[in-house]
């Protein structure tokens, strides 16, 4: 292996190794959320590879050094290429530059030294081999979808097919319970609202299940893992289809994207696919539009059917200015006055109301507020604080010079009714709050305690079912590849605070998953996730008014 041009063959070999590792880090993407499960198989056996040319190429260039190491100069460039063996541990293109720049040094070197040439063909057979596995490298890189691809086709040649007619014969299920998927001790299973297990705990991954429609009648179907095959099952098990999975079983973003792609164009559903179960974020009270209005020479833009006696009436302005609201008598339509406003809470479906059935009203500018009464009165309050609600006795209010939130007594507003808090869940029986430590408690409509204990967090996905997932955080909190956690340590309690299951990892359609933003760091990401998973969403009317106010 002695020579110019065994030499000068070492100096490409280094370079077309430094340019495989800048192809392979640029090329493919570096984040497992953005591979298949086959696809990043495909990549590992790249990195092996790349990793086995790293060990041979240095191995070559040791060799050369130790035959040249008498010509002086230049012979720095064999040992500069261990430093790529940092690509073990970083996936950098920065790293692909090393071999790059010990390459032109030992190819700088070879022409100027006069060398002496010895022919071996041994030397020329073990460049030959190298080349052949750097091109392999390079191949196999450029077309590792197509690879993986063709993995994933070979992997499904035996599964279960879906066919159209599959729920011609079937008939609907008599299973009108949601079905609530929860992961313990690692595997998942679904429960029922009282807590009884309906599909045993085996699965490693089970998603929620979706309403589905198939020869005019009704069904829910879930996706499923088990050992690598997933399933598409109805609520007795019967198997529609099956599949091996392109998606780690952790991966649950890419899982609701593989059952999307199931509902829409394997099972040709229409329209947003949603779960058994609504995740209620708020309990505002709406007027509906008259959807189909045919009015003759309208001179307004929305109608609502407001109550037995009024309609509501918005005309958008086109230039700019203010809406016109007003209210129409609906057995004498001549007879209709505006109210006197600047803007009211509405969009093409709604109007929105307090649940008193009053016309809430906004003037930001002013820091006004109010209401109209049920037969267009008008009653106004100042201040930077929002009314969240009003009810038959008592008006739920925020307060923006400290965001709390407190009630007060409807027919003495002087006299506050509770504690404030800095948050609230609303209820037609309970409240959930957020006390002022930071704390959730769930109280009853006389502001006393339901449940002894209090808690970080509280989940409201499942609460109109009388559930409640609670939780205490810690600060060791870890999470996977995909950053969603790993040992959340959660529990499910009924209506009476009592703990139906606990040791929960995950449950229904929540995830918990941390950002993965490259511009912040892992302190900033883990604080946002733990404010996100403290965080209480509710939504009133009027919020959209506020915004500036919540912001600041």
Not at 280 to 298: F, G, L, P, R
Request: glycine share 6%.
């Amino acid at each position: 292996m002695r020579g110019k041009f065994v030499n000068i063959c070492i100096s490409f070999l280094n370079i077309l190794l430094g340019a495989l590792i800048i192809f392979f880090t640029l090329y493919v993407p570096q984040s497992l959320s953005s591979l298949t499960l086959q696809e990043d198989m495909i990549k590992t056996y790249i990195i092996y590879g790349i990793y086995f040319l790293i060990g041979f190429i240095f191995l070559l260039n040791i060799i050369e050094f130790f035959i040249h190491k008498k010509d002086g100069d230049g012979t720095g460039g064999y040992w500069l290429l261990i430093f790529t063996f940092l690509f073990i541990i970083f996936k950098s293109p920065i790293i692909g530059a090393i071999p790059i720049l010990s390459g032109f040094i030992i190819f700088n070197h070879s022409l100027k030294s006069n060398l002496v040439e010895s022919s071996s063909t041994n030397a020329i057979s073990i460049v030959l081999i190298v080349l052949f596995v750097l091109a392999l490298g390079f191949f196999s890189t450029f077309f590792y979808k197509t690879i993986g691809a063709y993995v994933t086709k070979k992997e499904n040649k035996d599964q279960i097919a879906y066919t159209e007619d599959f729920f011609k014969y079937i008939k609907e299920l008599d299973l009108d319970d949601p079905y609530i998927n929860i992961k313990k001790d690692g595997k998942y299973g679904y429960i029922n609202p009282m807590g009884q297990v309906t599909i045993d705990f085996k699965y490693d991954y089970a998603s929620p299940f979706v309403r589905i429609k198939a020869f005019d009648k009704n069904y829910e179907v879930a996706l499923v893992e088990e050992a690598g095959t997933c399933k598409v099952i109805l609520k007795n098990e019967r198997v529609l289809l099956t599949y091996k999975s392109e998606s780690a079983v952790d991966n649950y973003s890419a899982k609701s994207k593989e059952f999307q792609d199931i509902y829409y164009n394997t099972l040709k559903q229409s329209g947003e696919m949603k779960f058994e179960i609504d995740h209620i974020t708020e309990m505002m009270n709406k007027v509906k539009v008259y959807a189909d209005d045919k009015e003759e020479n309208k001179n307004y833009t929305y109608r609502y059917n407001y109550n037995n006696d009024w309609d509501i009436l918005i005309t958008t302005s086109t230039l700019g200015g203010d809406d016109k609201y007003e209210l129409r008598n609906k057995k004498d339509p001549t007879y209709r006055f505006q109210l006197d406003a600047k803007a009211l809470d509405y969009d093409d479906k709604y109007v929105y109301i307090f649940s008193d059935g009053t016309i809430p009203f906004y003037e930001i500018s002013k820091q006004e507020q109010g209401w109209f009464t049920t037969v267009g009165k008008k009653i106004t309050v100042q201040g930077k604080a929002q009314i969240l609600d009003i009810f038959e006795d008592r008006i739920l209010l925020k307060d923006y010079s400290n965001k709390y939130v407190y009630f007060i007594d409807k027919n003495n507003t002087s006299n506050k009714l509770s504690e404030y808090y800095k948050g609230i869940y609303l209820m037609s029986d309970k409240y959930i709050v957020k006390d002022l430590n930071n704390k959730y408690q769930v109280l009853n409509t006389n502001f006393e305690r339901v449940f002894d204990k209090d808690y970080d967090m509280v989940d409201t996905y499942l609460v109109y079912y009388g559930l409640y997932i609670v939780g205490n955080t810690s600060d060791d909190i870890t999470f996977n590849e995909y950053n969603y956690p790993t040992n959340l340590n959660l529990q499910l309690l009924n209506s009476d605070g009592e703990v139906m299951l606990d040791g929960i990892e995950q449950i229904y359609a929540n995830y918990y998953q941390m950002s993965d933003e490259k511009n912040k760091n892992y302190s900033a990401r883990y604080s946002e996730f733990l404010n996100k998973l403290k965080s209480l969403e509710f939504h009133f009317v009027g919020d959209k008014f506020y915004k500036y106010y919540e912001a600041n």
